[in-house]
């Protein structure tokens, strides 16, 4: 009995600790599109087009940092993903990855 709850206690210590590493990972910091780099402001323009842009985050995920301009493309949030160089990296659906993020801390 001991035994099984000293190997329970270390599964659940083990799993706190990679819980704060992941989440130690990613940072955001909301920013103003006037305080971006010029290259990575005409990237989100370009690629939100006539969508309403909602908001701006600075990220680092993995020690590299980006930029997120996070818009409203038919009535859904979603999230345009640009490097500091102004790269284009990708989007994708920022309420999807936010409730991804919101299960992987329960668990």
């Given amino acids: 009995?001991?035994?099984q709850n000293l190997i329970a206690a270390g599964i659940i210590s083990a799993a706190l600790t990679f819980g704060v590493t992941a989440q130690a990972?990613?940072?955001?910091?909301?920013?103003?599109?006037k305080d971006l780099p010029e290259a990575v402001q005409t990237t989100i323009k370009d690629k939100a087009?006539?969508?309403?842009i909602l908001r701006i985050e600075?990220?680092?995920?993995k020690g590299?940092?980006?930029y997120e301009a996070i818009v409203n493309?038919?009535?859904?949030?979603?999230?345009?993903?640009v490097d500091t160089?102004?790269?284009?990296?990708?989007?994708?659906?920022?309420?999807?990855?936010?409730?991804?993020?919101?299960n992987a801390e329960k668990y």
Avoid at 73 to 81: R, S, T, V, Y
Wanted: glycine letters at 8%; a negative charge.
């Fill in 64 to 66: 590299k940092e980006c």
């Fill in 73 to 81: 493309k038919d009535g859904k949030e979603a999230a345009i993903q």
């Fill in 25 to 33: 990972k990613h940072q955001e910091t909301q920013v103003e599109m």
């Fill in 1 to 3: 009995m001991k035994t």
């Fill in 85 to 102: 160089a102004g790269k284009y990296l990708g989007t994708h659906d920022e309420k999807a990855e936010h409730q991804k993020a919101e």
């Fill in 49 to 52: 087009g006539n969508d309403q």
């Fill in 58 to 61: 600075k990220e680092t995920r």
